[in-house]
């Protein structure tokens, strides 16, 4: 067992993990976390897609052992003081979901995408989604929901 330290959604946590333990288990089990979905656990689908220290990760492909001293945020802190994040408040108004079974790495990943570029163009989007698979949108729905959240949050922040 090794000991880890971490943050997960701005909550400090500190856990005894075997060295193998992969971190979207970690989350899932441990932490309670299951808006971290496995799909395939072979690094091929993003749907436990999270963000280590701001950046999109694929959790079944990092160790737990791996987030000791990082910033981790899963979907489920997305949302702040009981408001969606603009990502989620695009997917919802752009329909950028059907079984909602990707949509957690999705949004994640798209997290991941508007840090880095914040006025990504439809090419763009599809390039860094490539990642994450959806079996039922056919995807348009998405890149429409992340070029909304983008001039949502290019909006915020010109604004403030
Ligand atoms: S469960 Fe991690 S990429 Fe599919
Ligand atoms: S909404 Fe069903 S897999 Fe994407």
Wanted: charged share 15%; hydrophobic share 35%; aromatic share 4%.
């Amino acid at each position: 067992m090794t000991r880890i330290s971490l943050s997960v959604n701005g909550v400090q946590h500190e856990a005894d993990v075997e060295p193998r333990t992969l971190l979207a288990y970690f989350l899932r089990e441990r932490l309670g976390l299951t808006g971290t979905h496995i799909g395939c656990d072979t690094s091929s689908c993003g749907a436990c897609t999270v963000l280590l220290n701001g950046q999109s990760v694929k959790s079944c492909t990092a160790l737990a052992v791996q987030a000791d001293g990082a910033r981790v945020t899963t979907v489920e802190g997305l949302a702040e003081d009981g408001d969606w994040h603009p990502i989620q408040q695009a997917f919802h108004e752009h329909h950028g979901l059907q079984c909602g079974f990707c949509t957690p790495g999705m949004l994640m990943a798209s997290v991941g995408i508007l840090s880095e570029n914040p006025d990504p163009t439809d090419q763009e989007i599809r390039h860094a989604l490539e990642g994450n698979l959806c079996r039922c949108t056919g995807y348009q729905n998405i890149v429409n929901a992340v070029l909304a959240a983008a001039e949502d949050m290019r909006s915020s922040a010109a604004a403030s």
